[in-house]
């Protein structure tokens, strides 16, 4: 998108073709930017870029068109590409508008496979959401960035070593078990620890947890969506955690889920967020002071949970 803003004002400055430009070539978003290289009805063939009707390159012989006299006009961007010191940099390039559309040619080619992709497993995953029967429940899971135990007023020192606890929240959806009731309920658990290592030994214990949570709601299916990080959730010794706590929970049924590469944002993110958030918050304040995993706990306690009752869409439990 980086590249994308630098092309979108290059279209505006032709009063000529404004009109023209704006609704046939303006790009406001990563998705949008792909449909314009696809057909109107995509297929598989358009999205791996084997159909002979769509493609990058009409889009991109249109922006040519327009750019006009500008196209060889020495111009600069940024764009994400691998360097000595990280996987990947934010790079100041500079070079004509040829070579700037060059570039943006280049990654779209296979930006597309990665949008549709993702696009078709949210929508997969939103449909199986939607459509749970009783007694049958989802349950997606993620670590939120480590919480920094900060101090409203500190002295020097202590800014420089701040504690940090692990979050790990859990979302559940499942149907209202109440006869006659037709709403789907979420619940809200974040697991609090100070232990940092985020391994799998920890997620084996959170997802005992969650385990003997969904069996306290009378569920009998529990299907668990994550990421596919090899050291926490997609590897062997994860998978053996798993075959041990079927075992122990012999009345649920377990099935595990994984999300594409970059494709798991889910409710977990905004939940992990609304308690740091609300943590730091109430540090700022000068109302609690917060430098440890039991202090988050407590707060978090105190503060934030919600007792659940019958159809009430919300509930935040800590352990």
Same mark, same amino acid.
């Given at each position: 998108?980086?590249?994308?803003?630098?092309?979108?004002?290059?279209?505006?400055?032709? *009063?000529?073709?404004?009109?023209?430009?704006?609704?046939k070539?303006?790009?406001?978003?990563?998705?949008?930017? /792909?449909?314009?290289t696809?057909?109107?009805? $995509?297929?598989?063939?358009? /999205?791996?870029?084997?159909?002979?009707?769509c493609?990058?390159?009409?889009?991109?012989?249109?922006?040519?068109?327009?750019? +006009? &006299?500008?196209?060889?006009?020495?111009?600069?961007?940024?764009r994400?590409e691998?360097?000595?010191?990280?996987?990947?940099?934010? /790079?100041?390039?500079?070079?004509?508008?040829?070579?700037?559309? +060059?570039?943006?040619?280049?990654?779209?080619?296979?930006?597309?496979?990665?949008?549709? =992709?993702? #696009?078709?497993?949210?929508?997969?995953?939103?449909? %199986?959401?939607?459509s749970?029967?009783?007694?049958?429940?989802m349950?997606?899971?993620? %670590?939120?960035?480590?919480?920094?135990?900060k101090? #409203?007023?500190?002295?020097?020192?202590?800014?420089?070593?701040y504690?940090q606890?692990?979050?790990?929240?859990?979302? !559940? !959806?499942?149907?209202?078990?109440?006869? +006659?009731?037709?709403?789907?309920l979420?619940?809200?658990?974040?697991?609090?620890?100070?232990?940092?290592?985020?391994?799998?030994?920890?997620?084996?214990?959170?997802f &005992?947890?969650?385990?003997?949570?969904?069996?306290?709601?009378?569920?009998?299916?529990?299907?668990? !969506?994550?990421?596919?990080?090899?050291s926490?959730y @997609?590897?062997?010794?994860? %998978?053996?955690?798993?075959?041990?706590?079927?075992?122990?929970?012999?009345?649920? @049924?377990?099935?595990?889920? =994984?999300?594409?590469?970059?494709?798991?944002?889910?409710?977990c993110?905004?939940?992990? +967020?609304?308690?740091?958030?609300?943590?730091?918050?109430? /540090?700022?304040?000068?109302?609690? $002071?917060?430098?440890?995993? @039991?202090?988050?706990?407590? !707060?978090?306690?105190?503060?934030?949970?919600?007792?659940?009752?019958?159809?009430? *869409?919300?509930?935040c439990?800590?352990?």
């Amino acid at each position: 998108m980086l590249m994308v803003d630098s092309v979108n004002p290059l279209l505006r400055k032709k *009063p000529e073709v404004k009109n023209a430009v704006t609704n046939k070539h303006k790009i406001t978003h990563v998705e949008e930017l /792909v449909d314009k290289t696809l057909c109107d009805s $995509v297929t598989r063939d358009c /999205v791996e870029r084997k159909c002979t009707k769509c493609g990058v390159e009409k889009l991109m012989s249109g922006i040519r068109v327009e750019v +006009g &006299d500008q196209l060889y006009e020495v111009r600069e961007w940024k764009r994400w590409e691998k360097s000595e010191r990280s996987p990947k940099d934010l /790079v100041l390039k500079s070079g004509t508008v040829a070579d700037l559309l +060059g570039f943006l040619t280049e990654d779209l080619q296979l930006l597309s496979k990665h949008v549709k =992709f993702a #696009q078709w497993q949210r929508n997969q995953c939103n449909n %199986f959401r939607d459509s749970l029967p009783i007694g049958h429940a989802m349950c997606t899971a993620d %670590f939120a960035e480590n919480y920094l135990c900060k101090f #409203q007023h500190e002295v020097q020192s202590a800014h420089w070593s701040y504690h940090q606890v692990t979050l790990h929240p859990c979302v !559940f !959806f499942y149907r209202c078990p109440v006869s +006659g009731c037709r709403k789907n309920l979420n619940d809200y658990l974040v697991f609090i620890s100070n232990d940092l290592k985020h391994d799998s030994s920890i997620c084996k214990l959170i997802f &005992d947890k969650c385990m003997s949570h969904a069996e306290s709601k009378g569920i009998v299916s529990l299907q668990i !969506f994550s990421d596919g990080c090899g050291s926490q959730y @997609k590897s062997r010794l994860p %998978f053996y955690h798993l075959t041990e706590l079927q075992g122990s929970h012999t009345s649920l @049924k377990i099935g595990r889920h =994984f999300f594409g590469s970059g494709h798991g944002k889910s409710l977990c993110d905004s939940c992990g +967020g609304t308690v740091k958030n609300c943590a730091s918050r109430a /540090v700022a304040s000068g109302k609690h $002071v917060i430098q440890s995993a @039991k202090d988050l706990l407590n !707060f978090c306690k105190s503060e934030l949970e919600i007792s659940p009752f019958s159809c009430f *869409p919300f509930l935040c439990t800590e352990s």
